[in-house]
């Protein structure tokens, strides 16, 4: 009986200890912080996209709903 309290006592001082490490220590980064990247281009839009003029609106004959 006391192999199992003291198995228990252990088993909970190396979780607290592991927590408050893992806590206080920069181990853990969020995740925008983790899987961030500096070669990110915002400003340059790219060659394949709708175009400047474009509002989100299908032209008439060109909707979902049409046969083809």
């Known amino acids: 009986m006391g192999m199992i309290v003291s198995g228990i006592a252990v088993a ?13 220590s920069q181990q853990q980064k969020s995740v925008w912080q983790a899987y961030s990247t500096n070669s990110t281009r915002v400003g340059d839009p790219g060659h ?21």
């Open 12 to 24: 909970i001082a190396i979780g607290i200890g592991a927590g408050y490490f893992l806590v206080n």
């Open 48 to 68: 394949n996209l709708v175009g400047q003029n474009w509002n989100g609106e299908p032209r008439a004959g060109e909707g979902a709903d049409s046969a083809s």
